[in-house]
T-cell receptor, first 114, second 110 residues
């Protein structure tokens, strides 16, 4: 089991460029999440997908779009990157998002926007 | 929205010492989890503990839901315990949407 994988690990963009962060899990989990972590802060939820075919906004969705491609994959897209989106991005998954479920995190993508 | 506050923000220990980390939350929660982020950035779930007490080796956690706080105990600390400890809460109960505290940064010196 690879768990939760993310690509790329590092990325540098110029302001206005677009990119897609990829996330995949092989644990047959239903729910998937995208968080961002800024220096000295906890994680903040950007978007989540409770199940295949559904997505919903989290705390900080502005400037992002997501696609739940299938049960395994959940991508995060920055259409026009801004310096304020410089952060470390984590993808997570959980079996069903219920109150007894723990979340498993990927290794993160470190994004710098110049 | 709900506020999640952790204390202390920073903690330095000698190897072998014990410590207690605290997480206060401002509203009722359905789910509370503790995570450890190692120096390489990887997040590992330590406990799912909306109430009661759990133990796993040298780590244990207690959540008093009625008083809206949770404690993480680390006994006989080791250098590998270094990193950032986060608590995170879910108020929805069925979505897994976690609200994170700002973390406690722990450094264990040999």
């Amino acid at each position: 089991n690879a768990g939760v994988t993310q690509t790329p690990k590092f990325q540098v963009l110029k302001t206005g460029q677009s990119m897609t962060l990829q996330c995949a899990q092989d644990m047959n989990h239903n729910s998937m999440y995208w968080y961002r972590q800024d220096p000295g802060m906890g994680l903040r939820l950007i978007y989540y997908s409770a199940s295949e075919g559904t997505t919903d906004k989290g705390e900080v969705p502005n400037g992002y779009n997501v696609s739940r491609l299938n049960k395994r994959e959940f991508s995060l897209r920055l259409e026009s990157a801004a310096p304020s989106q410089t952060s470390v991005y984590f993808c997570a998954s959980t079996l069903a998002g219920g109150i007894t479920d723990t979340q498993y995190f990927g290794p993160g993508t470190r994004l710098t926007v110049l | 929205g709900i506020q999640v506050e952790q204390s202390p923000p920073d903690l330095i220990l000698q190897e072998g010492a014990n410590s207690t980390l605290r997480c206060n939350f401002s509203d009722s929660v359905n789910n509370l989890q503790w995570f450890h982020q190692n120096p390489w950035g990887q997040l590992i779930n330590l406990f799912y503990i909306p109430s009661g007490t759990k133990q796993n080796g040298r780590l244990s956690a207690t959540t008093v839901a009625t008083e809206r706080y949770s404690l993480l105990y680390i006994s006989s600390s080791q250098t590998t315990d270094s990193g950032v400890y986060f608590c995170a809460v879910d108020i929805s109960g069925n979505t897994g949407k976690l609200i994170f505290g700002q973390g406690t940064t722990l450094q264990v010196k040999p």
